[in-house]
């Protein structure tokens, strides 16, 4: 199989984690104020064809067994893959073994051209030893060449299987939605969280406004996870299948990674997702609760404050200096460094959300519902 050269664009790397989020909010947004009545979605199998074709998700999804086909093409490349790497080891091995023999009569010439003893003697087996390196050269170079025309020819009708089911699909998914009949969605029924989300209450236009800003961040960043199946997907493929991989795969996704974990803390502490012990705090009263919750949130705002202050130091440097990794991909560092301030803002607006809730339940503790709230750790 041919090598794959690619390295992701700085451009297309920051834009992507832009633009892809807000195509896929929009694109789930229209979604959902459509009633599908078929079983199968074409866009669907078209996307696992894209991301899971090489595999045969496609098929699966499809309930075809020419799903066996495409698997057993993708073991067979790997098997043969392995067998090319390793004549490449061996071929790179004979050309080394050439060199060094043509250096040794070369200077087997020069000992005899010299008169030394036993030069004549020195010179015949370098020759002889350069023949039997060539020869081992010439069988290094007809094994790798087969193999990787073994692999090739894997390749092409893998290819050659998923161009032809690029083009079927529509029908497919016709045929399989006559087969199969959609059942009837009975919604999503848990009455604890049910119950949870009825009694949420925001007692103000600003409780509101906050909640809803880090609602949107959290759905933002949270489509980044999808973007990570694509950069995995391809590095698996280049890797095992082209003998390709990158440098830039892994880097780009715990930066993506470390970025979503920031930026999506406003939107963790909403939804009382973070890690906190609340063995005694859970047996006291709604006052009492928002009682404790005001006192310990001077220690919450002590350290966001902090932490925005000291994000914000390290994002201007790293911007000042352009800051780029030490890695060859080169990323610049100051967008990564700017999710720190902004995590820790959107941290504590959603604080100061709560705190007025807090303070509302004690001052009025029959008007407000603390439940299914989140409250900022002491």
Not at 262 to 269: E, Q, S
């Amino acid at each position: 199989m041919p090598e794959i050269s690619f390295v992701l664009p700085h451009w297309l790397y920051w834009s992507g984690l832009i633009l892809f989020p807000l195509l896929a909010m929009v694109l789930f947004r229209k979604a959902a104020l459509k009633q599908s009545t078929k079983p199968l979605s074409l866009s669907l199998g078209y996307f696992l064809l894209i991301v899971g074709g090489i595999f045969g998700v496609h098929r699966l999804y499809l309930k075809s067994f020419w799903a066996l086909a495409f698997i057993s093409l993708f073991i067979s490349l790997l098997v043969v893959n392995v067998e090319v790497r390793s004549m490449r080891d061996d071929l790179s091995a004979a050309q080394n073994g050439v060199k060094l023999a043509e250096f040794r009569v070369q200077r087997g010439q020069k000992a005899v051209e010299k008169g030394r003893r036993n030069a004549e003697q020195r010179l015949s087996d370098a020759k002889q030893k350069l023949t039997g390196a060539r020869l081992s050269l010439e069988e290094a170079q007809q094994g790798s060449e087969n193999w990787s025309g073994i692999a090739q020819i894997l390749g092409g009708g893998m290819l050659l299987l998923l161009l032809i089911d690029l083009v079927l699909m529509p029908k497919l998914i016709r045929q399989r939605n006559q087969i199969e009949k959609l059942e009837p969605d009975e919604g999503f029924h848990c009455p604890v969280v049910e119950e949870e989300h009825e009694d949420r209450f925001e007692p103000l236009l600003i409780n509101r406004v906050i909640s809803h800003i880090n609602g949107v961040a959290g759905e933002f960043v949270a489509y980044w996870s999808v973007i990570a199946v694509f950069v995995y997907y391809y590095e698996v493929i280049v890797r095992y299948v082209f003998n390709s991989p990158t440098n830039w795969a892994h880097e780009s996704m715990f930066l993506m990674f470390g970025m979503q974990y920031l930026i999506a803390g406003g939107f963790v502490l909403r939804e009382g997702a973070h890690v906190r012990v609340d063995v005694i705090y859970n047996h006291f009263s709604n006052r009492a609760k928002a009682m404790v919750d005001v006192v310990t949130s001077i220690f919450f705002f002590i350290f966001m404050l902090t932490l925005l202050m000291t994000g914000w130091t390290f994002f201007y440097d790293s911007y000042e200096v352009n800051e780029v990794s030490i890695s060859e991909w080169g990323i610049q560092y100051w967008p990564i460094k700017l999710a720190l301030s902004i995590g820790a803002l959107l941290l504590l607006i959603q604080g100061i959300a709560q705190l007025i809730k807090d303070i509302l339940v004690v001052i009025k503790p029959d008007t407000v519902s603390l439940d299914a709230e989140v409250r900022p750790e002491g």
